[in-house]
């Protein structure tokens, strides 16, 4: 069945349906990592948006429900260049085709996926239809993507009520991390004895485990569980709470620290968590932040964000530590990006910084037991590059 992708400017691209029947308004987004498109796919912080990957060729691995970043697919809609109906993968459990069926996300195949990249990196990021069938008219459609914006997506993605992931000691006994089926209790102890690396770069367990006994508060802003994954494989106890969470209910449980997740949309519609955070900033409970968490610490300490023309999403963006000088890659999801502009150097001061735009990528918090990031250390997909900030967090929480 023919399909169509109609964009704000009244650009049209013509392809063919994929995924679910129906028709989906959203902003057009483009990712740009060549693998990991089950993740994309799963991960909360594109609820509003469709995603178009720039490899062309998604789905010939298929689905391997085992690296779900969540327990649903989130965007509004999928746009490839090519969709594979016969994946090749031993792990494969069932078709992408079937996995945007089963949770309703319309897409469309077949269009020139670069023409779009390029039409989105010169113009910005716009609203888009995605529509099958017969005829469309422009003259009803073009108003309808010019007044749409993302609302309410932070509460559509957070969990609906606290839960608890217990530390990695319990893993070596029980298995996986509750509500993650990741690992295998064979395959995750062998990771932690460093056998999936050279013998050189084997981690010790001890360090491995450096977060045993530590309570984290997790606030799902919409969380990929990867992250709650990377503190509970170093030995923290994670009790994960929804977004519009007081700040009064997570001190009360006494937390070792705290980690403000990742999620989608503007920052700034975030108000009442925006509020909470301040209660949040004016303890000495030592705090982590990813992506949206960045963002929204930002802010509650009295900062600005703005749009970015659009965004950084991919698993290979370059960010710079202003520390050491030291160059990692990174995974990122994100289309706001805090204002330095607009720092106080009194309250926060840049720590990272994206090389190719030059951007902000992190914040230090100064006389504060706080410091942000605008990239994905946790990663997945992407690169395990940054997966040290995770221990650097817990050595925070070591010092009190």
């Not at 006389?367 to 992407?382: D, L, M, R, S, Y």
Request: with cysteine; glycine share 12%.
């Amino acid at each position: 069945m023919k399909a169509y992708l109609i964009l704000e400017d009244g650009t049209v691209f013509e392809g063919t349906q994929i995924g679910a029947k129906g028709e989906a308004i959203s902003e057009i987004v483009f990712n740009t990592s060549m693998a990991g498109y089950l993740e994309v796919l799963t991960d909360p912080s594109y609820a509003g948006q469709a995603v178009c990957m720039t490899y062309p060729l998604i789905g010939n691995y298929g689905v391997c429900r085992e690296d779900m970043e969540s327990k649903r697919l989130w965007p509004d809609g999928f746009i490839v260049r090519e969709l594979s109906r016969r994946p090749s993968n031993f792990r494969c459990d069932c078709t992408l085709q079937e996995v945007l069926e089963a949770y309703g996300i319309p897409g469309i195949a077949g269009i020139d996926t670069r023409a779009l990249t390029r039409l989105l990196r010169e113009k910005g990021t716009m609203n888009g239809m995605i529509t099958a069938g017969g005829g469309y008219c422009l003259e009803e459609i073009l108003p309808k993507l010019a007044a749409y914006t993302p609302k309410g997506v932070v509460e559509r993605v957070t969990c609906r009520e606290k839960y608890r992931i217990r530390g990695s000691r319990d893993l070596s006994e029980n298995g996986p991390i509750s509500g993650s089926s990741v690992f295998s209790k064979e395959a995750w102890m062998a990771r932690q004895r460093g056998e999936d690396m050279p013998p050189e770069k084997r981690p010790s367990l001890v360090r491995k485990l450096n977060g045993v006994g530590k309570r984290v508060a997790l606030l799902d802003l919409g969380a990929k569980e990867n992250i709650a994954r990377s503190l509970a494989m170093r030995g923290c106890d994670v009790t994960v709470y929804p977004a519009q969470t007081c700040a009064k209910e997570i001190l009360a449980d006494g937390p070792d620290g705290i980690m403000l997740s990742n999620g989608p949309g503007d920052p700034k519609e975030c108000g009442s968590v925006i509020r909470e955070l301040r209660t949040l900033y004016d303890t000495d409970i030592p705090i982590f932040a990813i992506c949206l968490g960045h963002q929204l610490m930002a802010l509650a300490a009295g900062a600005d964000t703005f749009k970015m023309k659009y965004g950084h999403r991919g698993g290979n963006h370059p960010v710079k530590d202003l520390a050491t000088g030291r160059v990692y890659i990174s995974s990122q999801n994100h289309g706001y990006v805090v204002d330095t502009d607009r720092l106080d150097p009194k309250i926060a001061v840049p720590s990272f910084v994206n090389v190719n735009d030059g951007t902000n990528e992190g914040l230090k918090y100064v006389g504060k037991n706080i410091f942000t990031v605008q990239f994905h250390p946790e990663a997945c997909p992407g690169p395990q590059d940054s997966g040290y900030l995770f221990d650097r967090f817990i050595e925070m929480m070591d010092r009190g």
